[in-house]
């Protein structure tokens, strides 16, 4: 292919092939939407932005839309990425994202006369249905963390961001001059999704390897551990037993009570039915986020969850989260003792707040955090100057952490998509999975189903505020433009 010498020659093969691929599908195939499918590490960003130089040297300079599922992201890997590899066509980067409110997003695209847009598929998706921004003025749309097209399951969270991923996809797809590019990770059926979804031709590397790291399971010897899965697992198949009979093969941890309302009517079944399973689904998803709290060493929150549980099973849960809790500590002293930095991976924020109040009190030892909401640049200070850094699934895609040289997980990854993810930040080094051995903490370990990215909550009812001018005295006008000056009512939002 005949590809600009210069500006790619620092690209390493791995990353030279994969764009040789895209640039041989595009320019010669004519093929528009591209998915690029290489493993955590290997340098996806670069890749399209090397395709991005060499379309400009072709086509002529043209705008680019980056989309992405955090704003974080927008930061590390892109933002920072641009100015480092593009530094000599000094391209101009806004990024937007829900943290900006509406108007202000809007006065920002009117004056925008960049090379980049970065913004959140959230944001985006809004902006676009309203019609606040348009795709015409862009030659090239990036979907990074391609997969969010394919939904999973019936998992509320999920499902939204990959609502939003696919309304964009479908509106880019039946534009005839747009080039869509996806970047993921290759070789699972998410990928092959993916493909699908997009309607795009993969192109991967035959070489490319993730950078190789060694991981390491920490078994936990635990009476008290082993008796609270035991009695988790009998209580879990009592529940489960019940809704096996409507829900057949559905994951009833992806189910909300309003979806299973649904269900129960398409089966055409009596309202005086509805109570059991419902009743069940409840005590199960409790259930499911009681014993996975244990794992990750937050009794508190299991405690309460389970409601009214035996004084004895409580107890076996507190000495479990206790136990837990503390040998992680211990593992991240003894490594931050060896001079490495280390990176840890808690799936919720309690069980952060508790390892990092427990590193303080037993080792001095003060760990920082980065979660979902905190700002980009507190990231940045975090890599240059902290030795231990706890992270929660903000950290699960598209972040670059090589300055980590360990990372340490309270609790074990059933998803083994997600353990390939969450292993790619620190780019290579060593892994440590710290589980109770002969329960289902150690057990995540051997398989490859889904798990929930956060706390399974109750889907409460939101509340959306609208503008409503009175008409007389019994009509009133509701209005949906936000330049309106009119009094507000709230009315029910339907989540």
Known sequence: MDIENGANDGLRPEQKEVLDGLVKRFFVDGERCLLVEAPTGVGKTRIALEFVREFWRRRGRCRVLVVVPRRVLAYNPWK?????WMSDLEPKCLILSGFMPPRERVLALSSFQGDFLLMTAIALNNDYILGRIKLDPFDIVVFDEAHRVVAQGEELGQYRYSVHYKQLALNLIASKEIVVLGLTIPETERTSETEKHLAAVGVASETARAPKTESYAVLLGSNDAIKADLWFRAQMWRALNNLRKVLGKKIPWKINEARLIEILEEMELPEWRYGKYVAALRRYRDLYQARQDTWEGDSRRAVEKLGNVPDEVAGFIRAAAYDKVHHVAWLVKRLANEGKRVMVYAKFRQSAHRLQRVLWDEYNMLMETFMGGDPPSKLADLKEKAQIVIFTPVALEGLDLPEFDCLVHISAISDEFTRRQIRGRIRGGEE??????DTNDEWKLRVDVPEP??????????????????????????SFEEASKAPYITLPQHT
Request: aromatic letters at 10%; hydrophobic letters at 30%; charged letters at 35%.
């Open 80 to 84: 920072k990425e641009i100015d480092r």
């Open 432 to 437: 440590y999975y710290v589980v109770f051995k």
């Open 453 to 478: 990215e956060g706390p399974l909550h109750p889907v409460e009812v939101g509340q959306a505020k609208l503008p409503v001018t009175k008409v007389d005295r019994d009509t009133y006008r509701v």
